[in-house]
């Protein structure tokens, strides 16, 4: 694994703090969860185009439209960064140290470029409690290359 960032750093020391609360009585972890969800969202903003494992669909859409972006909203092309694993509370309760919360963040932050079609058919799956890797095939997604899980 790569050295952490000042940004990965900051991070993971919000997500200690925020862990050491809710384990304290002082924070609810749906408070929590919601903050770091925030997080992970947010550094994917704007991105989608450049992330490199993408759907077969997430690769069309982009040829479709280039040398423009695909549709931002409101389209089956638009394009979605999809977390692999998922944010679960049970990490608030785990993960005790700043280091350990750098790894997770890592891990938490592996997302995939979909499209908003491909997006909806995952949430189905994941709705029956699948996550991690497993989901896409039982989505019906496949990818421009193996990812390298």
Not at 3 to 28: F, M, Q, Y
Not at 47 to 64: C, E, F, H, L, M
Not at 92 to 110: F, I, K, M, N, P
Request: hydrophobic fraction near 40%; aromatic fraction near 4%; glycine fraction near 4%.
């Amino acid at each position: 694994m790569a050295a952490p960032t000042e940004r990965d750093l900051r991070a993971a020391r919000v997500a200690h703090v925020l862990a050491r609360a809710v384990r304290k009585g002082e924070v609810e972890a749906v408070d929590a969860l919601r903050i770091l969800r925030h997080e992970l969202r947010r550094r994917n903003t704007n991105t989608t185009p450049r992330i490199k494992v993408r759907s077969v669909g997430a690769q069309a859409s982009i040829d479709k439209y280039a040398p423009e972006r695909p549709p931002r909203n409101d389209s089956d092309d638009a394009l979605h960064a999809d977390h692999v694993y998922p944010l679960r509370a049970e990490l608030l309760h785990s993960v005790d140290t700043v280091e350990g919360w750098v790894a997770v963040l890592a891990r938490l932050h592996t997302v995939v470029c979909l499209t908003a079609v491909e997006n909806y058919a995952l949430e189905r799956v994941e709705a029956q409690g699948i996550t991690g890797p497993e989901k896409y095939a039982l989505a019906g997604i496949t990818f421009t290359t193996p990812p390298d899980w």
